[in-house]
């Protein structure tokens, strides 16, 4: 196989992982390690902005890089534009329109480069809403990630459908599964319910949760009932979390001594887990890879704004009611195998389609980025989406973009951290209540 840098194509690989929130970063740097050998080197930049890691989310997630930065989309572009032959792989780990940003600015960054890296992106998850609005933001691309065989028909019908290339939708799995499978119960047998932090989204529906959970703890005494958490308040994930379960907790005036609150990695929560309960985080896919009982409730009814349609066939659609009774939900296996869970033992197996991809890309001449929004296609939309990350319609800067040929002084980087503290106090504190008085 011809060398690219002096190297093979799978050989000594230098990826990169642009993220923009802990999920992100997760799904990313895994992603990178699936598809590149062990041998990559990883370096990882995080976009800077309200949902960026936390050195604790950060530690929790558990993958570790060569080396680690907060930048800007401007500064991580001009890094690109540098030395377009510095990594063979950029995995862009971002909300859709942060994708298509970078997109069009690494087009730009890149448009004298005949050598340049071969670009990933896809999802952290479940992908149960805006299907062509986040696709589209992703169109352009080398290589778009489905998590599914579900997801890869999908993606396929919808750029297919806007007349777009559907070559690089490449199916997969989601790279962060594993785990021993679950045999038999623990002692004590554990319950525990994955808490989102935007699902549901109103505080008398997560109260109703929370109480069906400790009143599934008060009437198990012999159990142990977990609420597992994913951040700690003021802290960001991927979704804003404006109801943290840990303020709904306090209203408990005395919670049963076998109910308790748990952070910490997925997996290893999973590792003691007995009975998986939520409303429809991707934790329920991480469960049933290891055929862990996972129950998806409908307490609050099987609707798209919860995401719990999604798990419609699954045979794990079940109420509190149920489950206090003894119910422990059997999942359809034709369903699970269609989702990528790979129950069956073939997850190793899922990503060698997306290796193969990467590696044959690295072993020809590769066209110049061409995301299907351009400003023919999308003028009325394109220029917003890149207007938000400071690049002008055609991926270049905007004059007064945050500079990007010097690292922040200690003043700046102690405003951005005072920043970022006085929006997340806004969005958890100050936004509820004036919504709360605009409902008086």
């Known amino acids: 196989m011809p060398a690219r840098n002096g190297k093979t194509p799978t050989e000594n690989l230098r990826v990169a992982v642009l993220a923009d929130s802990d999920t992100r970063w997760k799904w990313g740097s895994l992603t990178a390690s699936r598809i590149a050998p062990d ?28 080396s680690l930065r907060e930048v800007t989309a401007v500064e991580f572009l001009a890094t690109m534009a540098r030395d377009p032959r510095a990594y063979d792989v950029v995995v862009l780990a971002l909300v859709g329109g942060a994708v298509q940003a970078v997109l069009h600015g690494l087009a730009y960054a890149w448009r004298e480069s005949k050598d340049r890296p071969v670009v990933v992106t896809g999802y952290v998850g479940v992908v149960y809403e805006k299907l062509a609005d986040g696709l589209l933001l992703r169109h352009g691309a080398d290589v778009v990630l489905a ?19 559907a070559s690089s939708v490449t199916e997969c799995a989601l790279p962060f599964l594993g785990g021993a ?43 142990e009932v977990l609420l597992k958490l994913r951040s700690k308040p003021g802290e960001h994930t991927t979704h804003i979390e404006e109801i943290p379960y840990q303020k709904l907790v306090q209203r408990i005036p005395e919670p049963p001594a076998n109910f308790r609150l748990v ?17 429809s985080s991707t934790a329920a896919l991480e469960a049933l890879h290891r055929r862990i009982p996972t129950a998806l409730l409908t307490d609050l009814g099987v609707r798209e704004a919860l995401g719990n349609h999604h798990f419609t066939g699954s045979g794990c659609l079940v109420s509190w009611d149920r489950l206090d009774a003894g119910e422990r939900p059997e ?16 997850y190793e197996s899922a ?17 110049p980025l061409a995301p299907y929004y351009s400003r023919t296609t999308a003028p009325g939309y394109l220029p917003r989406v890149l207007a938000r990350h400071h690049l002008a319609p ?16 200690a003043v700046r980087q102690i405003v951005r951290r005072a920043a970022r503290g006085a929006y997340r106090h806004g969005v958890q504190r100050v936004a509820p209540v004036i919504r709360r008085m605009g409902e008086l």
Request: net charge negative.
């Open 263 to 279: 952070y910490g990695n997925m997996g290893e929560v999973l590792d003691r887990t007995d009975l998986l309960v939520t409303v």
């Open 39 to 66: 041998r990559a080197a990883l370096d990882g930049y995080l976009l800077r902005g309200r949902a960026t890691p936390t050195p604790r989310q950060l530690t929790e997630v558990g993958v570790r890089a060569d």
């Open 181 to 223: 499978p679950y045999k038999e119960a623990h002692d004590p047998y554990t319950v525990v319910f994955a808490a989102q932090p935007s699902v549901p989204d109103t505080a008398a529906d997560r109260m109703y949760l929370l109480d069906r959970l400790v009143r599934h703890a008060e009437s198990h005494p012999e159990r």
């Open 351 to 367: 990503f060698d389609g997306a290796r193969a991809k990467v590696a044959a890309l690295l072993d020809e001449d590769r066209r």
């Open 331 to 346: 999942p359809d296996a034709a369903w699970v195998a269609r989702q990528g869970v790979a129950a069956d033992g073939a």
């Open 147 to 165: 998590n599914s065989a579900y997801d890869a028909e999908r993606f396929r019908a919808v750029y297919e459908g806007v007349g777009a290339d």
């Open 394 to 409: 055609d991926g270049s800067p905007l004059p007064g973009a945050p500079a990007a040929d010097r690292d922040p002084s």
